[in-house]
């Protein structure tokens, strides 16, 4: 037996979003066996006090993933060079 259920709004309410502007986006892609080095490395980043607005990582195939990170433009050059 399945039981199923029905939540209907007549309006879409979407609750804290916030816009934000002057966003850098940087990608990369990682073989699983670096991943322990950059996550030090983007740790060592929050020591900075540098925060990222998205972080997001993907299996990719051949054993790598995708990562992309999502930060404030004002960081940019210090993430890149670390």
């Given at each position: 037996?399945?039981?199923?259920?029905?939540?209907?709004?007549?309006?879409?309410?979407?609750?804290?979003?916030?816009?934000?502007?002057?966003?850098?986006?940087?990608?990369?892609?990682?073989?699983?066996?670096?991943?322990?080095?950059?996550?030090?490395?983007?740790?060592?980043?929050?020591?900075?006090?540098?925060?990222f607005?998205?972080?997001?990582?993907?299996?990719?195939?051949?054993?790598?993933?995708?990562?992309?990170?999502?930060?404030?433009?004002?960081?940019?050059?210090?993430?890149?060079?670390?």
């Amino acid at each position: 037996m399945e039981t199923s259920a029905v939540y209907w709004e007549p309006k879409i309410k979407i609750y804290g979003f916030q816009k934000t502007t002057d966003l850098a986006w940087v990608e990369l892609t990682l073989k699983a066996e670096q991943m322990y080095k950059w996550g030090l490395c983007i740790n060592e980043l929050d020591d900075k006090e540098i925060k990222f607005n998205l972080a997001l990582l993907q299996w990719s195939d051949k054993n790598n993933f995708h990562l992309c990170l999502i930060f404030h433009r004002r960081w940019e050059s210090r993430i890149i060079d670390h």
